[in-house]
């Protein structure tokens, strides 16, 4: 029973660093993340596809819902966010 609280504990203390990790990503950190997953598991996802068909679509369009409220966010607030760090670089 200890080595099940201490591997909980364990997994608490993990799930709290990953939180921290991915709230410290950038946008364009956070984008190659997904390219990379996405090129990872490209063919279980086509396999899956059928299966699992209508959640995605649902992911699908909150995420696209998301980005048009944050797109909506930068135009009140004046802000832009370039997704190509050579942009911002540029620039400077």
């Known amino acids: 029973m200890q080595d099940l609280k201490s591997l909980r504990r364990g997994w608490e ?7 921290q990790l991915l709230r410290e ?3 364009q950190e956070s984008l190659r993340q997904w390219a990379m997953l996405q090129s990872a598991f490209e063919l279980q996802l086509r396999a ?3 299966l699992f ?10 995420l696209q819902a998301r980005l048009r409220r944050f ?3 930068q135009q ?3 802000a832009t966010l370039s997704l190509d ?4 670089a540029a620039v400077e």
């Open 25 to 27: 990503m950038t946008a």
């Open 48 to 50: 899956t596809q059928a």
């Open 71 to 73: 797109a909506e966010w």
């Open 85 to 88: 760090p050579g942009v911002a």
């Open 13 to 19: 203390s993990f799930e709290r660093e990953e939180t």
């Open 76 to 78: 009140q607030h004046g």
């Open 53 to 62: 068909a209508d959640e995605r679509r649902q992911a699908l369009a909150e």
